[in-house]
């Protein structure tokens, strides 16, 4: 009996796993029908596709060839609109048309107009998207004193006409990141790292509304040498991009969170400080530090925010310039005799007005050297010079709408 219910039940087994396997080829993972969810006449909404810029997306282009595509963002009552077109390369890039400027919680509506081609047949297409975005969120700190807002935006003056479409990009420092403050800095092990605050990267229009900001998780490691650091010296490159550093690392980034690249500072440096330069020619101009510098009587020191490099577009460093050979050494003295609050940022209030002997200044290891181990020629002691010939103003860049159509 059982011999006989052996065949019968194997059967029916394959047929059920046939079935089963035939349901998913129709219209499961493995088959032809697309589960995912779209609004017009093209492919599905995606937002943040990259994971660091909750307010964008990319509405997919479905398969189909797109051309010739303009967004427009609507506003507000009484907001700022923003539209831009968006060139070939683009929306090969990001296979479909990227969207730029949404606000934050809130339930956008986006027009775009496009080309749709397929096998030679091609359609002009208006319509309008409803895009859900998320409130802004950001990393806290814990200290209660502080509000931990991403930003707190006012209006004070009304933009004139010929500025009401700007857009600005504020750089700032959040709280003091606790889950990086194990590491101390008397010696030249510290470096950057002790400079290590939660990000605040954020696009505001001229109504004060947030359209843009940095949620920077997926690069910022507070508790990792390498992927922590204040990030500094923000750029808009003339594709669009932008570039800065933080800690011990170099970036850039579109508009849509894109990598363009990553990469750590040259082996020979360390400490990003302040100033990420594009050059006319390509280049980047950074602020950092000699890893290893030796002084004359041999002592081998971690310098500080010493050095500009000048490197080409696939990270090879063309050139240096060692400020601390430059600059007159005569400028110590004038360091000693002033109030070293003035570029110390970390000096306490109370010793405002306080200098140390050049022989106290020599005391390697002292944690109470408020300039650090300084080489023959000082590191710190250039900070005010080169702090004012690598960074320019203002310190808020305007992001002009030509210069948004150009990424996009």
């Excluded at 080829?25 to 093209?42: C, D, E, N, R």
């Excluded at 990001?94 to 339930?107: A, E, N, R, T, V």
């Excluded at 002009?124 to 409803?130: K, L, N, Q, V």
């Amino acid at each position: 009996m059982r011999v006989r219910m052996l065949p019968v039940m194997i059967s029916v087994m394959v047929l059920g796993l046939c079935a089963s396997n035939l349901s998913y080829a129709v219209g499961g993972p493995s088959g032809l029908a697309v589960q995912y969810k779209t609004q017009g006449q093209i492919g599905e909404t995606v937002v943040n596709p990259y994971g660091l810029a909750p307010l964008t997306a990319v509405i997919r282009n479905g398969g189909y060839v797109l051309k010739q595509a303009h967004v427009r963002v609507l506003p507000k009552k009484g907001g700022q609109e923003i539209r831009y077109s968006v060139g070939p390369s683009t929306l090969l890039t990001h296979g479909g048309i990227p969207i730029f400027g949404l606000y934050p919680d809130w339930k956008n509506q986006v027009e775009v107009t496009y080309i749709r081609s397929l096998r030679g047949e091609e359609k002009e297409i208006t319509e309008t998207y409803d895009i859900w975005t998320a409130p802004v969120w950001t990393e806290v700190a814990g200290d209660p004193s502080k509000n931990p807002a991403l930003v707190q935006t006012k209006v004070v003056k009304e933009a004139p006409k010929a500025f009401a479409d700007r857009l600005y990009l504020l750089n700032n420092l959040g709280q003091v990141d606790s889950r990086s403050a194990r590491v101390v800095w008397n010696n030249p092990e510290g470096g950057a790292l002790q400079w290590n605050n939660l990000q605040k990267n954020v696009i505001v229009d001229t109504q004060g509304e947030i359209r843009w900001y940095l949620k920077p998780e997926k690069i910022y490691d507070p508790e990792s040498i390498y992927q922590a650091g204040i990030m500094m010296g923000f750029h808009q490159n003339e594709d669009g991009a932008l570039s800065w550093g933080y800690g011990q690392r170099y970036v850039k980034y579109d508009l849509l969170g894109r990598e363009i690249f990553n990469r750590r500072l040259p082996v020979n440096y360390a400490d990003f400080s302040h100033a990420m330069m594009p050059g006319e020619n390509g280049h980047y101009f950074l602020r950092v530090a000699s890893s290893d510098f030796r002084r004359p009587d041999n002592t081998r020191v971690h310098t500080v925010r010493d050095v500009i490099i000048e490197v080409e577009p696939d990270g090879t460093v063309l050139d240096e310039w060692r400020l601390f050979d430059i600059l007159d050494p005569n400028r110590k003295i004038v360091l000693k005799s002033i109030d070293q609050g003035a570029v110390c940022l970390n000096v306490n209030a109370e010793m405002a007005g306080k200098t140390l002997t050049a022989e106290q200044l020599d005391e390697t290891g002292s944690s109470k050297t408020p300039l650090g181990i300084l080489p023959e020629r000082g590191s710190v002691e250039i900070g005010l010079t080169s702090t004012q010939w690598i960074m320019t103003p203002p310190m808020i860049p305007s992001f002009s709408l030509p210069a948004i159509s150009r990424p996009l």
